[in-house]
């Protein structure tokens, strides 16, 4: 009971002393000293309860701050644990957070409040934060650092809209990688230009063999035509490495080039080895479509496909064929060959893959054709596809940007 009711209580008991009980008045103040005498006991039961409530809240408070407090040492750790620099911005590119990798890629202490520039200064990363944060969409790139050393990323920006104006930046170095990239392709194009040279004078002095070999030399006349057949084999590989290491590594040189003309001149080029098969070989399509291009690599893609469908079509035809799309010129090859069962369509443009490694050694192809294909397409912002059933046949079919 508070103070003002206890001294209520005592005075009304005081005047009921002094009344008669069995007069009005004194029955009057005994009932006022009752009444005040339940008040005080609800008060000190309502303030009791109150109290007993608020510590309950409080500590339910104290439970939940500490469960946020564990959960965010929690994800801390985690993010600290991962071999991906992650930050996370606002809108105008200002730093909120950075978990350990990013200190240590970029060799910072306090990023909090300092713009993105500042921390890592890349211009190119902060303009990745921002182009996200407009148009709301995911930004890819791959970028080179210059600080603290030179540095090569693979950088995504994004934002999930809670919280909102949050961007999420995460940058994964692939500096070593990209290393031992630029050392396989070094290796692989020095080691196919030096064979060529002595491969090229084992053929000539197997040949010379065979012209002085006598018709009674059984043994030469038997392993001398193996000789040059796998030395024109290992030439061809040697070629198609040499071939797939400048898609990779060069830049493409881009002209005006007539697709339709090349696919023709594709076509021509391996009309007798169609005939010598028995195949009909034969373009259809555009007589004329100009794209923006390298005319040599446009090339290699047409006699790659259209000797890969001649190589696997033992009876039939062949159909080289040129088209128009928005954006696109279209090249492809149809065949009535063997086709290619759906579980090996995602890996046959893989270096050396083979569904059938004895065919392939029979049909005399690299494992390379098509792989070459691949990167000379993507080179070129393009795409290559293709649809095939077993026993059927196969189209593929090449996507080249038509370009200004």
């Not at 409080?58 to 600290?80: C, I, M, P």
């Amino acid at each position: 009971m508070s103070f003002g009711g206890a001294a209520l209580l005592t005075v009304f008991a005081g005047l009921a002393l002094r009344h008669d009980s069995d007069s009005a008045v004194g029955w009057v103040y005994a009932l006022a000293a009752s009444l005040l005498a339940i008040a005080g006991v609800l008060e000190q039961t309502i303030l009791r309860r109150a109290h007993d409530e608020i510590t309950h809240r409080q500590s339910q408070a104290d439970v939940l701050q500490s469960q946020f407090q564990e959960q965010r040492r929690a994800v801390d750790e985690l993010a600290d644990g991962l071999d991906v620099a992650v930050f996370i911005c606002d809108g105008r590119g200002s730093v909120l957070y950075a978990n350990l990798r990013a200190r240590q890629l970029f060799q910072f202490e306090d990023p909090l409040g300092r713009s993105l520039l500042a921390v890592t200064l890349s211009y190119d990363l902060e303009q990745l934060v921002l182009r996200a944060a407009k148009s709301g969409e995911a930004a890819y790139a791959e970028l080179s650092f210059s600080y603290p050393g030179q540095r090569i990323g693979l950088a995504k920006a994004w934002i999930t809209g809670q919280p909102p104006g949050r961007v999420f930046l995460s940058v994964y170095d692939v500096t070593d990688l990209r290393r031992l990239e630029t050392i396989r392709k070094d290796f692989v194009a020095n080691v196919s230009h030096e064979l060529r040279t002595p491969m090229t004078m084992i053929r000539a002095m197997a040949e010379t063999l065979q012209d002085e070999a006598k018709p009674e030399d059984e043994l030469a006349n038997r392993y001398l035509p193996r000789i040059i057949g796998e030395i024109d084999r290992l030439s061809m590989i040697s070629h198609d490495l040499l071939q797939l290491s400048k898609a990779e590594s060069n830049p493409v040189e881009k002209q005006t080039c007539d697709l339709a003309a090349v696919v023709r001149e594709a076509v021509d080029h391996l009309h007798e080895r169609a005939v010598e098969k028995g195949l009909a070989l034969s373009y259809e399509g555009l007589p004329l479509l100009v794209v923006q291009a390298d005319p040599t690599q446009m090339s290699q893609i047409a006699i790659n496909l259209v000797e890969n469908a001649i190589n696997y079509t033992t009876a039939g035809s062949v159909v080289a064929s040129v088209r128009e799309e928005p954006e696109f010129a279209v090249f492809e090859v149809k065949d009535t060959g063997l086709g290619i069962a759906i579980e090996h369509h995602r890996r046959v443009f893989e270096r050396f893959y083979r569904i059938d490694k004895g065919r392939s050694r029979t049909t005399g192809g690299t494992g390379l054709g098509l792989s070459i294909v691949k990167h000379i397409a993507e080179a070129h912002g393009g795409s290559v596809s293709l649809d095939s059933t077993l026993n059927e046949g196969s189209t593929f079919a090449v996507r080249i940007p038509i370009g200004e």
